[in-house]
């Protein structure tokens, strides 16, 4: 009967301590492993100051969009860098035209304009006009002569003029033509002067000044218009006085040699 309680005894002290020694050896285990845990896991990059660098594609989150578009610098300067398509320096041009004047209200006078220019830089050149003019009386002239019997004989309009002067090309750029296709031009201004021709004068001196665009076609052909205001000293109602004519040409220009670019 001792044998028995010693035996019980035993056995319940064995199991008394065995769940004890279980539990205090998984304890340990699982700090062994939460320490391994913390010596792998990777530390957070630290914050930076937003750079004024552009992003990156490295930059661009999920969604699409650009983290860092709030730290970049303002853009203080853009240039676009671009061959023209049709350059000047260098080469010819030489245009053809109609012209008309535009405000002679006793004449209708029309006629043709032939230019022919060269160009220092894409900015400056040089151009020479010739204008051939013809002229008839105008509805208001006839009435003029039928109705109050004033004769306009004394009125001087051009017959022809003959110039020289220096273009300045402060504008380039390009429009498209019915969003179908760009179409790049040059916005011109000239200075110059020449003789006029008129019907009551052989030759007289003149001061010219001209405007205009020219919108490349291709490499060697372009469109262009026109404005040619020319003041010149003539007689007008048996007086010397000074006249001014407004040309408008339209045409066409072809330059030459073959454009070289740069």
Known sequence: M???LLKVLLGLSVLGVSPVYAQDTDTQELNVIELELEKNT???PEETAPSSAPATK??????GEFSELGGLAPFTEVSVIQKKYMPKTGRFQLFGGLALTTNDPFYNTTGFTLK???FLTE????EVSYFSMSSTEAKATKELLEIQNIGTDSLAYTKNYLGIAILYVPIYGKMTLFNEKIVPFDFYFGLGTGNTKTQVKDSTSTLHFSTGQIFAVNKSFALRWDFSWNFFSAKAVNEEGTIN????????SFFFPEAKYR
């Open 42 to 44: 990777v530390a957070p």
């Open 116 to 118: 022919g220019s060269y």
């Open 123 to 126: 900015t400056w050149g040089l």
């Open 245 to 252: 004519n407004l040309f408008l040409s339209l045409g066409a």
């Open 2 to 4: 001792k044998r028995s």
């Open 58 to 63: 490295s930059e661009v989150n999920s969604s």
